[in-house]
Nanobody
Framework: VQLQASGGGLVQAGGSLRLSCAASGRLFSNYNMGWLRQAPGKVREFVAV????????YYADAVQGRFTISRDNAKSTVYLQMNSLKPEDTAVYYC?????????????????WGLGTQVTVSS
Protein backbone atom coordinates (compact mmCIF):
# COMPACT_ATOMS: atom_id res chain seq x y z
CA VAL A 1 0.00 0.00 0.00
CA GLN A 2 1.18 3.52 -0.76
CA LEU A 3 0.21 6.37 1.54
CA GLN A 4 0.10 10.10 0.90
CA ALA A 5 -0.54 12.54 3.74
CA SER A 6 -1.72 16.10 3.19
CA GLY A 7 -3.32 18.98 5.01
CA GLY A 8 -0.44 20.26 7.08
CA GLY A 9 0.41 23.92 7.39
CA LEU A 10 1.03 26.85 9.67
CA VAL A 11 -1.61 27.67 12.27
CA GLN A 12 -1.80 29.77 15.40
CA ALA A 13 -2.11 28.20 18.81
CA GLY A 14 -5.71 27.31 19.50
CA GLY A 15 -6.44 26.74 15.85
CA SER A 16 -7.40 23.61 13.95
CA LEU A 17 -6.15 21.53 11.05
CA ARG A 18 -7.44 18.42 9.36
CA LEU A 19 -4.92 15.98 7.97
CA SER A 20 -5.83 13.45 5.31
CA CYS A 21 -4.04 10.32 4.19
CA ALA A 22 -5.00 8.72 0.91
CA ALA A 23 -4.03 5.12 0.32
CA SER A 24 -3.62 3.19 -2.87
CA GLY A 25 -4.12 -0.54 -3.06
CA ARG A 26 -7.06 -2.80 -2.39
CA LEU A 27 -6.15 -3.85 1.14
CA PHE A 28 -6.62 -0.50 2.89
CA SER A 29 -9.78 -1.68 4.64
CA ASN A 30 -7.82 -4.58 6.15
CA TYR A 31 -5.28 -2.38 7.92
CA ASN A 32 -5.28 -0.56 11.20
CA MET A 33 -4.23 3.00 10.39
CA GLY A 34 -2.20 5.32 12.55
CA TRP A 35 -0.89 8.83 12.75
CA LEU A 36 2.55 9.38 14.20
CA ARG A 37 4.71 12.46 14.45
CA GLN A 38 8.30 13.55 14.80
CA ALA A 39 9.36 16.88 16.17
CA PRO A 40 12.82 18.32 15.50
CA GLY A 41 15.43 16.59 17.61
CA LYS A 42 12.95 14.08 19.00
CA VAL A 43 12.08 10.49 18.27
CA ARG A 44 9.03 9.58 16.29
CA GLU A 45 6.00 9.10 18.52
CA PHE A 46 2.55 7.65 18.37
CA VAL A 47 -0.38 10.04 18.03
CA ALA A 48 -3.52 8.03 17.21
CA VAL A 49 -4.67 4.78 15.65
CA UNK A 50 -7.96 3.46 14.30
CA UNK A 51 -8.81 -0.17 13.78
CA UNK A 52 -9.58 -1.55 10.33
CA UNK A 53 -13.27 -1.66 11.26
CA UNK A 54 -13.22 1.90 12.52
CA UNK A 55 -14.71 0.84 15.83
CA UNK A 56 -11.60 1.13 18.02
CA UNK A 57 -9.40 4.18 18.48
CA TYR A 58 -6.48 4.96 20.74
CA TYR A 59 -4.81 8.28 21.39
CA ALA A 60 -1.61 9.47 22.97
CA ASP A 61 -2.23 11.21 26.28
CA ALA A 62 -0.85 14.46 24.86
CA VAL A 63 -3.61 14.69 22.23
CA GLN A 64 -6.52 12.96 23.95
CA GLY A 65 -9.61 15.14 23.79
CA ARG A 66 -8.14 17.45 21.13
CA PHE A 67 -7.50 15.15 18.17
CA THR A 68 -9.91 12.78 16.45
CA ILE A 69 -8.95 10.02 14.05
CA SER A 70 -11.45 8.66 11.54
CA ARG A 71 -11.47 6.70 8.31
CA ASP A 72 -13.53 6.22 5.19
CA ASN A 73 -12.80 2.81 3.74
CA ALA A 74 -14.82 3.55 0.61
CA LYS A 75 -12.40 6.38 -0.13
CA SER A 76 -9.32 4.58 1.25
CA THR A 77 -8.62 7.62 3.39
CA VAL A 78 -7.85 8.22 7.03
CA TYR A 79 -8.19 11.60 8.71
CA LEU A 80 -6.84 13.37 11.76
CA GLN A 81 -8.87 16.31 13.00
CA MET A 82 -6.66 18.43 15.23
CA ASN A 83 -8.27 21.07 17.43
CA SER A 84 -6.91 23.37 20.13
CA LEU A 85 -3.46 23.06 18.66
CA LYS A 86 -0.46 23.90 20.80
CA PRO A 87 3.11 24.87 19.84
CA GLU A 88 4.27 21.49 21.15
CA ASP A 89 2.17 19.82 18.44
CA THR A 90 4.63 21.15 15.87
CA ALA A 91 6.07 18.17 14.00
CA VAL A 92 6.09 16.23 10.79
CA TYR A 93 2.99 14.04 10.83
CA TYR A 94 3.04 10.62 9.19
CA CYS A 95 0.26 8.21 8.41
CA UNK A 96 1.11 4.56 8.58
CA UNK A 97 -0.51 1.17 8.14
CA UNK A 98 -0.34 -1.65 10.65
CA UNK A 99 -1.09 -5.12 9.32
CA UNK A 100 -1.39 -6.60 12.80
CA UNK A 101 -4.52 -8.01 14.34
CA UNK A 102 -5.06 -5.27 16.91
CA UNK A 103 -4.35 -1.53 16.62
CA UNK A 104 -1.00 -0.63 18.10
CA UNK A 105 0.53 2.32 19.92
CA UNK A 106 4.04 1.13 19.14
CA UNK A 107 5.88 2.95 16.36
CA UNK A 108 7.80 -0.19 15.41
CA UNK A 109 4.58 -2.10 14.68
CA UNK A 110 3.76 -0.02 11.62
CA UNK A 111 4.63 -1.66 8.33
CA UNK A 112 3.91 0.93 5.67
CA TRP A 113 4.65 4.62 5.92
CA GLY A 114 3.78 7.63 3.85
CA LEU A 115 5.77 10.79 3.42
CA GLY A 116 5.00 13.21 6.19
CA THR A 117 3.22 16.53 6.22
CA GLN A 118 4.55 19.44 8.25
CA VAL A 119 2.39 20.96 10.97
CA THR A 120 3.66 24.15 12.57
CA VAL A 121 1.81 25.82 15.44
CA SER A 122 2.87 29.33 16.32
CA SER A 123 2.45 30.79 19.78
Amino acid sequence: VQLQASGGGLVQAGGSLRLSCAASGRLFSNYNMGWLRQAPGKVREFVAVISWTGTTTYYADAVQGRFTISRDNAKSTVYLQMNSLKPEDTAVYYCAADTGHTPSRRVDDYDYWGLGTQVTVSS
